[in-house]
């Protein structure tokens, strides 16, 4: 019993400590997530950083890794083209200190 309650917290602490691993496919219908990217930094849920290595995108904190294959992907995304068929609007940041969330309770989306 003792293990099974050890198992079970490590995979919870497992699923949140995930790294924001993205896959963009290319029908609506095969996404996890709809996404809209805004046009000013104030419209945006997210602020997002597209980093250069898997390793460097801390759980979810908007640092984003795109993979090449959906397999390796936590999440899989679709972007939309109007702004109303999203589930979470996005706006692309220069600079890896400023990724943040701004609207905190769409959190939920990415994990």
């Known amino acids: ?42 419209q945006a849920d997210l602020l997002v950083y597209k980093v250069k290595y898997s390793s460097q995108a801390d759980k979810n904190e908007g640092k984003w890794f795109f993979v090449d294959y959906e397999s390796q992907a936590n999440k899989k995304i679709y972007f939309v083209k109007y702004q109303s068929q999203a589930d979470l609007k996005i706006y692309f940041v220069d600079y890896e200190s400023q990724a943040a969330w701004k609207n905190s309770s769409k959190k939920h989306l990415l994990y």
């Open 1 to 42: 019993m003792k293990q099974i309650v050890l198992t079970s917290i490590a995979l919870l602490i497992f699923s949140f400590g995930k790294t924001q691993k993205l896959y963009s496919v290319d029908y609506e219908s095969q996404a996890d997530v709809k996404v809209f990217v805004v046009d000013y930094e104030s």
